[in-house]
């Protein structure tokens, strides 16, 4: 199997102490991939009835500094210069889980959004319209649903937020990637309204002049803050689940998953 657990460091994030166990163990080792999250390959040499995956990560984040109100009135004209910036290029094309469709193109035309004089502004205004359009519902999509089924349902989860963001700001011209990773709250949100403590979250980082990567959350209409901490980025989430592999033998399977964010004693408050 291949673990994508570890939290990235860099960004206003530093990594304390990270690791893994395995039950039964296994043999564990560490690879970077080209987009610069580190791996884990787990091999388990050993006949099984189950595998259980602990992961633990102290980490420190702080605060993002403020963002302007907008960019330079050149700022467009940069970020559509990156398009032929080899090193941006797989940020600003579709990828598998991010093809454009009709049912993207009808839906953007339905909404109204396009880019205007500003980019950090018309994404922030982007973030708040899927927002506004689509109704959190934990399980109504899975892992490989396409964006087509959140664009006809108007259902999803943070996943499915991000993909749809990433997909627009792309065809704008805006080098963008998925991230993924766990979002502190103290007050778990409803199901029905966003996403719980309980699980891995998922948010989009866009690349822009003056100010790098700027992270938004679609799902919570918010910019990122010290609450979220990254585990990994990519193209989408094909690029960064938290475990992919192969079983051999045994005719059913299931998978269980616990998430559980705490902020530790004496941690400087926000």
Known sequence: MSLCLRPLEGAGQQLLGFGIT???????????????????????????????VGSVSTVEVSPSPP??????????????????????WQFTQPSPGTRPTPALSEFVSEVGVEPGSDPLTDLVELA????????????????????DEILTTRRGVCQDYAHVMIAIARSWGVPTRYVSGYLHTDDPADGANGPTSTATHAWVECRLPELGWVEFDPTNRTLVDHRYVRTA???DYRDVPPTRGVVEGGANTGLDVRVRVIRLAGAAPP
């Open 233 to 235: 980025v990519g193209r």
């Open 67 to 88: 963002l302007p109100q907008r960019l330079e009135p050149e700022a467009w004209e940069a970020v559509r210069s990156w398009t032929t910036d080899l090193a941006l």
């Open 22 to 52: 395995t039950t039964p163990p296994g043999r564990l080792t560490t690879e970077t991939d080209p987009f610069g999250n580190t791996r884990h390959v787990l091999t388990v040499n050993q006949k099984h009835d189950s595998l259980e």
């Open 128 to 147: 708040s319209t899927l927002n506004d359009t689509f109704d959190y519902v934990s399980g109504s999509t899975s892992v490989d649903s396409p964006i």
